[in-house]
């Protein structure tokens, strides 16, 4: 068991907030691998100062220094990948692949992106406009730097989820400080560590470790809260973000569909679902959550999932291409995984494979693929979070369609179809932030796509424009030439026949419309 090095002053390294640190404990394995501190509400505001006070000097190296930067960072993430992987794998007990393909390659790529791309994004704007009063002026939009970003995030993704999102604060001239999940809190304080190691300078990242009350206390001191975690914190974020009328980022929990038409290569479907719903053991905000498919091709899907999920091996990863599913990273969680399949078996439903936590060291749940159910259950209308698939028989697509929107969520969704055309008609009516035909969760890595959710799923997005100009403010600047009027027309001393003439060029210009 080691003590991890935080980059802050001795006096706060676990004594700050409960007086406890905090054990990273190993769900593979329920060993404890690391204690971090527990900072309370002091250390948080003496951290928020520093990050403020080094934020100018990094706005001021430009996009160019900052990229630099992002670059060294992207080639430090690739050399030290393995360290990376394991230190993901030792908090999250995720596979090794689930760590590779879907949090290294993410942060390279992202490293890349935002590196290139927020020049395009944050460059000043001239803009044109068509109204009178601004003719022969010029007007600019400019993003600026909103300053100090506070980053929360959960367990089930350190770096993608978490630390991603520092990446374009950054970029955009921030100093930001990340409170991860208190689960996983290793990858963030190694991530921070190599971007020191690469140039970042002092104070400008720093992670702030500890609980819900640490990420409560980081709200009251930034400029921009950037949340990713459950609905219902997610609408304390909300709150807390209002009360200081600071802007709120709001990605949230997600209940996705997929909806398999008669006409779908059921080969590849069958494989999606069975990919999408059990990698990283399910715990991922765009999983495949439940599966609505049409009567006619119904018994075959199932027999295909089914066969291929039970095919799945379930355990501790030792390395790269020892089981398929990993652990279930959070405690609590397997409570509910358990109480979601129990509650749909008591409610007439029929498992086809698994349902059962796995006897052991460790937090494991069997691969679990469930039929027969309906609304009624959790399991189709709350977020598992855990490695099952309930699939539900459906007359059409309509019916499809009802059931995939009756949800408070919309994180994503996916239709599979071999009528790209019908598919891509269906995802426009699916109420969720991102639809895929033919895919899933792929949209992700999509980074010039926003990523975020409708309905209860959040506010705002990731990736894309808005997914750096959310981390600056906008200012609008008009610029009057040299050679103009002293006195321009509307101004006092108000006079009628003035007053009548412009009453008269205004009719002129708007009052010539249709009436029908
Ligand atoms: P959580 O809401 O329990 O915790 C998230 C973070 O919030 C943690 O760091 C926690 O310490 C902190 N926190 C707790 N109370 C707080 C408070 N009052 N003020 C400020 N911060 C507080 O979520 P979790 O269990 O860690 O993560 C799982 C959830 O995250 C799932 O619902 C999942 O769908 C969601 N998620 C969403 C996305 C997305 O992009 N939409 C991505 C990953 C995970």
Redesign the pocket.
Known sequence: MATVEQHIPETHNGSAGTGEGIAVENPATGEIVATVADLGPEAVAEMAARGRAAQPAWAAFGFEGRARVLLRAQKWLMDNAEQVVSTIVSETGKTYEDAMFAEISYGGGAFGFWAKQAPHYLGDERVKSSQVLVKGKKLILRFRPLGLIGV??????PLT?SFGDCIPALAAGNSVIL?????TPLTSLLLAEGLRECGLPENVLQVAT???????A??DHVDMIM????????R??AE?AARRLIPASL????KDPMIVLSDADLERAANFATYYSMQNAG????SIERAYVEEAVYDEFVAKVSDKVRALRVGKPDDYGTVEVGAIT?PP?LDTIKDHVGDAIQKGARVLTGGHQVAGAGRFFEPTVVVDVDHSMKIMTE?T?GPTLPIMKVRDAEEALRLANDTPYG?GASVFTRDTERGEAIARRIEAGAATVNDAMINYAALELP???AKA??LGS?HGAGGIRKFCSQQAIVVTPRLALKREPHMYPYKARTSRLLGRFFKFLYGRGRRD
């Not at 500890?210 to 409560?216: E, I, K, L, M, V």
């Not at 990605?251 to 997600?254: D, F, P, Q, S």
């Not at 715990?283 to 765009?286: A, K, L, P």
């Open positions: 929360i995030g959960p367990w089930n993704y989820n409170k991860p999940s208190e689960i500890g609980r819900g009350p640490t990420g409560a980081l709200i949340f990713t975690g459950s609905t219902r914190t997610g304390k974020v807390a990605e949230l929990g997600g715990q991922t905000c765009i959070f969680q977020e979070f994180l990523m975020g959710g799923s959040g990731r």
